[in-house]
């Protein structure tokens, strides 16, 4: 069992930045890809980022190419992803999910993530 665990989400001005981390429990995700995804109220949960097992590989949805860069350092066991530029369409409830595979083509379905974290609030004010 893996126990995913978000952090860095706050309240920020548009145009301002957030580093979000991911830390994972319970075992090692080392072999596994990565991914954040994104709730806003009242639409559908939303990709955002993904990075494969060895960091090699790296995936943005077009919302925030550009803007943002998605990290891995395995020996801690931490994703983090930063967020530049941000802008008030930005706000809503970011999650780091746990894929089932190492490398993957279906990076942005949810379904190809087995384990996801509690979330953590992003807010961008205009």
């Known amino acids: 069992q893996v126990q995913l665990v978000e952090s860095g989400g706050g309240l920020v001005q548009a145009g301002g930045s957030l580093r979000l981390s991911c830390a994972a429990s319970?075992?090692?995700?080392?072999?596994?890809?990565v991914g954040w995804f994104r709730q806003a109220p009242g639409k559908e949960r939303e990709f955002v980022a993904a990075i494969s097992w060895s960091g090699g590989s790296t995936y943005y949805a077009d919302s925030v190419k550009g803007r943002s860069t998605i990290t891995r350092d395995n020996a801690r066991n931490t994703v983090h992803l930063q967020m530049n530029s941000l802008k008030p369409e930005d706000t809503a409830v970011y999650y780091c999910?746990?894929?089932?595979?190492?490398?993957?083509?279906?990076?942005?379905?949810?379904?190809?993530?087995?384990?996801w974290g509690q979330g953590t609030q992003v807010t961008v004010s205009s």
């Open positions: 999910a746990l894929a089932r595979l190492g490398v993957m083509s279906d990076y942005a379905e949810l379904n190809a993530y087995d384990y």
């Open positions: 319970g075992r090692t995700f080392r072999y596994n890809a």
